[in-house]
């Protein structure tokens, strides 16, 4: 069966947009030393990247004409075919690259998904669509780059129903030289 993995930057306690609703706090070149090559050889794991159509708007801007010499996921990344998430877009264009795919039905899309051969496959962002996929259960494995800076407002990455616990378990951890960590968990069945 193939997994469902989430992966997001978030900042140390918790949210994963600013108060402004953006990712800056993120987006200094710095954060990137060390774990673009780590992102490059966990690309090799997938072969669909999930998105909902802000993060499809955002990505779309940017990856289809990023440059390979700076960016080194670029070419794997475009390559990558796409789901997008939406019930408002009628197409989704990637450039020179192969048009994206659009669904409208999350959760019985991405349980079909994961019955399908394949490798895994990948959310990026879309805190809406993550949220959802995390209610209903369907999240593998959760990969968060946490970003030592406290942003005390912004949207939360994680709203789950109150009452509604969910354990984790570490599989792994990695500290950059930037300060950033990645821990990655899986769910406790």
Same mark, same amino acid.
């Given at each position: 069966?193939?997994?469902?993995?989430?992966?997001?930057?978030?900042?140390?306690?918790?949210?994963?947009?600013?108060?402004?609703?953006?990712?800056?706090?993120?987006?200094?070149?710095?954060?990137?030393?060390?774990?673009?090559?780590?992102?490059?050889?966990?690309?090799?794991?997938?072969?669909?990247?999930?998105?909902?159509?802000?993060?499809?708007?955002?990505f779309?801007?940017y990856?289809?004409?990023?440059?390979?010499?700076?960016?080194?996921?670029?070419?794997?990344?475009?390559? *990558? =075919? #796409?789901?997008?998430? %939406?019930?408002?877009?009628?197409? $989704?264009?990637?450039?020179?690259?192969?048009?994206?795919?659009?669904?409208?039905?999350?959760?019985?899309?991405?349980r079909?998904?994961?019955?399908?051969?394949?490798?895994?496959?990948?959310?990026?962002?879309?805190l809406?669509?993550?949220?959802?996929?995390?209610?209903?259960?369907?999240?593998?494995?959760y990969?968060?780059?946490?970003?030592?800076?406290?942003?005390?407002?912004?949207?939360?990455?994680?709203?789950?129903?109150?009452?509604?616990?969910?354990?984790?378990?570490?599989? *792994? =951890? #990695?500290?950059?030289? %930037?300060?950033?960590?990645?821990? $990655?968990?899986?769910?406790?069945?």
């Open positions: 069966m193939r997994k469902v993995i989430l992966q997001e930057w978030i900042s140390l306690d918790g949210y994963a947009a600013d108060q402004n609703g953006t990712t800056a706090f993120f987006s200094s070149p710095k954060y990137n030393e060390g774990s673009d090559q780590d992102q490059l050889s966990f690309m090799e794991r997938i072969d669909t990247i999930l998105l909902g159509s802000n993060t499809y708007k955002m779309s801007e990856w289809p004409d990023a440059d390979p010499k700076a960016e080194m996921i670029a070419t794997r990344l475009n390559e *990558t =075919s #796409k789901i997008v998430f %939406s019930t408002t877009l009628t197409q $989704a264009p990637w450039g020179k690259w192969q048009d994206c795919q659009i669904e409208s039905d999350l959760e019985n899309t991405v079909r998904l994961k019955l399908q051969e394949g490798k895994d496959m990948v959310l990026s962002g879309s809406s669509i993550a949220q959802s996929l995390i209610e209903a259960g369907l999240v593998d494995e990969q968060l780059r946490i970003v030592p800076v406290l942003l005390r407002a912004g949207r939360s990455m994680f709203s789950i129903s109150e009452g509604h616990q969910l354990s984790l378990q570490l599989m *792994t =951890s #990695k500290v950059y030289p %930037s300060g950033i960590t990645l821990l $990655a968990y899986k769910p406790l069945q």
